[in-house]
């Protein structure tokens, strides 16, 4: 069983910045894909960003490209996402995933595991 646990998201105002915090517990396998994704009431879910553990690759929405950055401390099963110039259209629900494969197949693919989420809020 894995366990994810979200932390950091708040109220900022148009252009500010959050950084976001996963931290991963249980049986985790080396190689495993974890990713960030967001949802509105209403809204399918999105698929924001995402982190492979085997090579350090990562991939955004293209909404987010060039503002957000993912990482992964892989020694202490931690992901972040810095996201700057945010936008009154970023907010969302933010949920952490993970998958105990690598992160090939995208956002579409099944991630097994979720974090309760963390609001994010931004105003203009």
């Known amino acids: 069983q894995v366990q994810l646990v979200e932390s950091g998201g708040g109220s900022v105002l148009a252009g500010g910045s959050l950084r976001l915090s996963c931290a991963a517990s249980g049986d985790l396998y080396a190689r495993n894909c974890m990713a960030w994704f967001r949802q509105v009431p209403g809204k399918e879910r999105e698929g924001v960003a995402m982190?492979?553990?085997?090579?350090?690759?990562?991939t955004y929405a293209d909404s987010v490209k060039g503002r957000f950055t993912v990482s992964k401390d892989n020694a202490k099963n931690t992901l972040f996402i810095q996201m700057n110039d945010l936008k009154p259209e970023d907010t969302a629900m933010y949920y952490c995933?993970?998958?105990?494969?690598?992160?090939?197949?995208?956002?579409?693919?099944?991630?097994?595991?979720w974090g309760q989420g963390t609001q994010v809020t931004v105003s203009s």
């Open positions: 995933a993970l998958r105990l494969s690598r992160c090939s197949g995208g956002f579409t693919s099944a991630f097994t595991y």
């Open positions: 982190a492979d553990s085997a090579d350090y690759s990562t």
